[in-house]
């Protein structure tokens, strides 16, 4: 897949360990598969946003309003809730993006335009660019951190005492890493080696503010 490969051409403009390059992702690294069309990949990554919506849906408001298993405002200070979140946002701005393309592709297609496809990422300013892959970056590295710790450290007799929380604890602690990984197979992403560095100072931040 080459993900962690770092860039090395210089007849790009911009960052090479950031990928911020001009043009933006020129291979559609972003939107493509090797394995599967960018239509199979735009509906892989859709069914994924929408199963971790519903499931951020269903565990606030069952948490919440039937078992109030603690105050709401406590939900943004766990790590594993956080780290879902993350995984959420990438995967329903990944499907937007591949959304686009696809329809990018079929409208050159059916008008026979000779000009290349594209997705709104490509046509966004560098900040956004930065914010996607650093989401990029987080969701490959702390769900497998969350599912490790819990399962390594943290589950115990109270990790199946009751239906709701042998779901959740399935949805967040397991299937998290299952959902990246999908993402990993399927997709091509490449990751910049900026980006570890990002993901250290995001990290030294959520302890610093629980410290």
Known sequence: MGIFRRRTDRSEHGHSWFGLHRPFDPGYRLV?????????????????????????????????????????????????????????????AAAFHSGFFVLSLRQLKKHEVSRAPWFPLQKWGKFLQFLHLTLFSSIITYPFIVTIVYWA?????????????????????????VLVLVELIFGRVRLYLGYWITCIILLALYLGYLG
């Open 32 to 92: 493509t598969s090797g394995l599967i069309s960018p239509f199979a990949l735009f509906l892989i990554r859709l069914l994924l946003a929408v199963w971790s919506v519903a499931a951020s849906l269903a565990h606030i408001i069952y948490s919440q309003s039937v078992v109030k298993e603690y105050p709401f405002k406590q939900y943004f200070v766990y790590f594993t809730r956080l780290t879902y979140i993350g995984l959420t946002a990438y995967f329903c």
């Open 153 to 177: 450290f943290l589950a115990d007799k109270e990790t199946w005492s009751s239906p709701f929380k042998s779901w959740s604890n399935i949805s967040f602690h397991a299937l998290n890493s």
